[in-house]
């Protein structure tokens, strides 16, 4: 029998869960469902599964009732549904950061929620580059310290048992750290949430840079422009491949020891609303 912890639509768990109730009781009928569960309206359920219909508090109670879930399982559905139904970016993350504590231990959707963390906290990922220094050294004191905005010491530490947990980093023969080429794999219902909060994290970086960073540490360029629909197009698809010709000046390019770990944001937005 499907598991409330093996989905993140609460709608997709709901459709399983009822065809194997109907696959197990041929007397099964969503009538007799929506009378256990408290529905006045014969196609109540169906509605809600095919996304016709939202659940409210109520709702939810009398799904886990008709579904026969647990009190664990109940308080995870809960958190799923605000989770699927949040009409913002913030509630969106609030509800996930709900889910994340209430996954069993060792269930592959929880070991999922550390690819999470790797977009929602900027420097999982400097700390990615970092190992690749020339200079790089395992001391959780010395990475504090390399990063900027410095990190609490424990983050660090906790940031490098969850890179190496996702094989993302691996000691060489030498016993010294590096980074794979593993792919960083977030599941595409909290992509959209985390891929966010990293955008927004670096902007806020960018930020401080501009303010407080020396100007042979970083390049600022700006250019506002009136444009057609199709040069914005044009425009966006050049920066795309640019960020290409970037990494591969980076991967292959690279004859010198690296020395720093820098982030380049590449932005391109409307100033006006409509069409431009």
């Not at 993140?8 to 194997?20: A, K, Q, W």
């Not at 977009?119 to 990922?125: A, K």
């Not at 993302?168 to 992509?191: Q, Y």
């Not at 040069?231 to 004859?255: A, C, H, N, P, Y």
């Amino acid at each position: 029998m499907n598991k409330i912890y093996d989905y993140l639509d609460y709608r997709e768990f709901i459709s399983d869960r009822v065809d194997h109730i109907r696959d197990t009781n041929p007397n099964f009928s969503y009538r007799y469902f929506n009378k256990k569960s408290g529905f006045k309206s014969p196609n109540h359920l169906k509605q809600i599964m095919d996304g016709g219909k939202n659940l409210g508090r109520k709702g939810m109670y009398g799904i886990c009732k008709g579904l026969g879930l647990s009190d664990k399982e109940a308080r995870f559905f809960e958190s799923l549904v605000h989770f699927n139904q949040a009409k913002n970016f913030e509630d969106k993350e609030k509800h996930y950061n709900e889910l994340i504590g209430k996954y069993p231990a060792k269930h592959p959707k929880f070991l999922e929620t550390k690819f999470y963390k790797i977009f929602t906290n900027w420097y999982y990922v400097a700390i990615l580059e970092l190992v690749r220094l020339s200079n790089f050294k395992e001391n959780a004191h010395w990475i504090s310290r390399m990063l900027k905005p410095n990190v609490p010491v424990l983050k660090v530490r906790a940031a490098l048992v969850d890179l190496i947990d996702m094989g993302l980093i691996v000691r060489n023969p030498d016993g010294k750290l590096e980074r794979t080429d593993k792919m960083i794999a977030t599941p595409d219902e909290i992509k959209d949430v985390a891929v966010k909060r990293f955008k927004q994290q670096l902007s806020k970086l960018a930020q401080v840079s501009i303010e407080k960073d020396r100007h042979f540490d970083k390049e600022n360029s700006t250019l506002t422009m009136a444009l057609s629909e199709e040069t914005f197009s044009k425009i966006k698809k050049r920066m795309q491949d640019f960020k290409d010709e970037i990494r591969t000046l980076v991967e292959e390019g690279e004859s010198q020891s690296r020395t720093a770990v820098a982030h380049m944001n590449l932005q391109m937005f409307k100033l006006t609303n409509g069409g431009v």
